[in-house]
């Protein structure tokens, strides 16, 4: 285990922003891990996962633990239900990958969503109608002060939309080493309901779709609208899609009636973020080499050699702009540092 100084982050944040680490070491495995933390326990410390949901706007002065913890296994299985422990430095679309080629269903709705396993339970990942949640059955996790590993059950981690216990209450204590998931081995529920999927899938002329088949199409839309990182730097989805109060969105939607939105509960609406992004003017925008994606409005993109503080500038007057526009705030989904 090598400690580095000075260590540029350039390679390990989605963003590709370039942005240095006092100091930089990976860890491979628990009693790795647990040893750095003990040796390093009065410093100040960043653990850094795929790089996936973050924008890098400083230099982190700080020892950056970066966990790559690598390998995956079946658990426990029975007739229809299979239970697979994954480490947290398995790269998440490989895995899911994986899962299919297994037979193994729950997962394909997240396909191609960047980032590593041992963060999906931190953000409650979701796409096209599926998040982390639906399948999670536990996580381990090693308490930073006392290099103790807790396990944390569905219920524990408190998950909500882009929410989780690790976003609040644990906070900077715990360091996902591992997640189990329970996927199903038939009888797999297939969810065509949302987004594009049966638009690709009526495409490719397929009616009674499997897991990769979803998978593929999930893909194939993914692929059009937000570009590859290893090509255009950017995080995904920048902002959250904002939930409103029924009572406040009537008066929004009388103002603007072709506004989009689905109904999350009796008294709850979900406004898509990227609708009102393109509606405030700013799909495809450039400014220097900060800007806004211009096949979907809620990616904002590294053109080259952006610094962080200039893409966060860009995100804060989206900000400020769909405010004054339409009365509803949208949340940066993206930790900025």
């Not at 942005?19 to 100040?44: G, M, W």
């Not at 219920?155 to 996927?183: M, P, W």
Request: proline content about 2%; charged content about 25%.
């Amino acid at each position: 285990m090598e400690i580095l100084n000075n260590f540029s982050l350039k390679n390990h944040n989605t963003f590709g922003i370039e942005a240095k680490a006092r100091q930089f070491v990976a860890v491979h495995s628990i009693a790795d891990l647990k040893t750095i933390l003990e040796q390093h326990s009065s410093e100040k410390k960043f653990v850094l996962g795929g790089g996936s949901n973050m924008l890098l706007t400083q230099d982190i002065d700080a020892l950056v633990i970066h966990i790559d913890l690598k390998g995956k296994k079946i658990i426990k299985e029975d007739e229809d239900f299979v239970w697979i422990e994954s480490q947290a430095g398995e790269n998440w679309h490989e895995f899911v990958l994986w899962n299919i080629e297994q037979g193994f269903g729950g997962l394909e709705n997240m396909s191609l969503i960047p980032g590593n396993v041992g963060t999906t339970p931190v953000q409650n990942i979701g796409a096209y109608g599926a998040e982390i949640k639906d399948t999670f059955v536990s996580c381990d996790a090693m308490r930073i002060a006392t290099q103790e590993i807790k396990t944390f059950t569905n219920a524990e981690c408190n998950f909500g939309y882009r929410e989780s216990i690790f976003k609040h209450e644990a906070k900077d204590q715990y360091i996902i080493t591992s997640v189990i998931f329970k996927l199903t081995k038939r009888n797999h529920k297939i969810n065509t309901s949302y987004g594009d999927i049966l638009g690709e899938l009526a495409k490719k002329g397929i009616e009674n779709p499997g897991l990769k088949d979803v998978s593929n199409a999930v893909i194939a839309i993914r692929q059009s609208k937000l570009p590859d990182p290893k090509e255009l730097g950017n995080s995904g989805s920048f902002f959250k899609n904002p939930i409103v109060l029924k009572t406040d969105f009537e008066k929004i939607h009388q103002k603007f009636p072709e506004m989009k939105f689905y109904e999350v509960s009796e008294t709850e609406v979900k406004v898509p973020a990227g609708w009102l992004i393109e509606q405030a003017g700013f799909k495809g925008k450039r400014f220097g080499d900060a800007g806004v994606h211009k096949n979907q409005a809620l990616v904002l993109v590294n053109y080259g050699n952006a610094t962080g503080q200039e893409i966060l500038a860009v995100s804060k007057d989206i900000q400020k702009t769909v405010f004054e526009t339409f009365g509803i705030h949208i949340e940066a989904e993206v930790n900025v540092i």
